[in-house]
Nanobody, 114 residues
Framework: QVQLVESGGGLVQAGGSLRLSCAAS????????MGWYRQAPGNQRELVARIIGAATTYANSVKGRFTISRDNAKNTLYLQMNSLKPEDTAVYYC?????????WGKGPQVTVSS
């Protein structure tokens, strides 16, 4: 059983920064795919970034602004978000794929004001 608990959301002005954290309990390894997704009102959930081992993938809309990383010793996933834009406003979900099962956190709200 894997549980994911996110923190770090909030309200920020355009151009500002936030860092999201996702603390994972259970057996998660660097070889497990983990990622961040987001969902804005009226939109489908979309991939923001994901990481497996040292390999990372980003949505085009966040490349150069967001950085995904993980601390395997702390079982924690991070998303550093810089140069935030109003269109980044969404609920951000942590995701982990472990032994064929998909796990989700509850998702902190990130709101970027113009």
């Amino acid at each position: 059983q894997v549980q994911l608990v996110e923190s770090g959301g909030g309200l920020v002005q355009a151009g500002g920064s936030l860092r999201l954290s996702c603390a994972a309990s259970g057996s998660i390894f660097s070889s497990n795919l983990m990622g961040w997704y987001r969902q804005a009102p009226g939109n489908q959930r979309e991939l923001v970034a994901r990481i497996i081992g040292a390999a990372t993938t980003y949505a085009n809309s966040v490349k150069g602004r967001f950085t995904i990383s993980r601390d395997n010793a702390k079982n924690t996933l991070y998303l550093q978000m810089n140069s935030l834009k109003p269109e980044d406003t969404a609920v951000y979900y942590c995701n982990a794929m472990v032994r064929g099962n998909n796990y989700w956190g509850k998702g902190p709200q990130v709101t970027v004001s113009s």
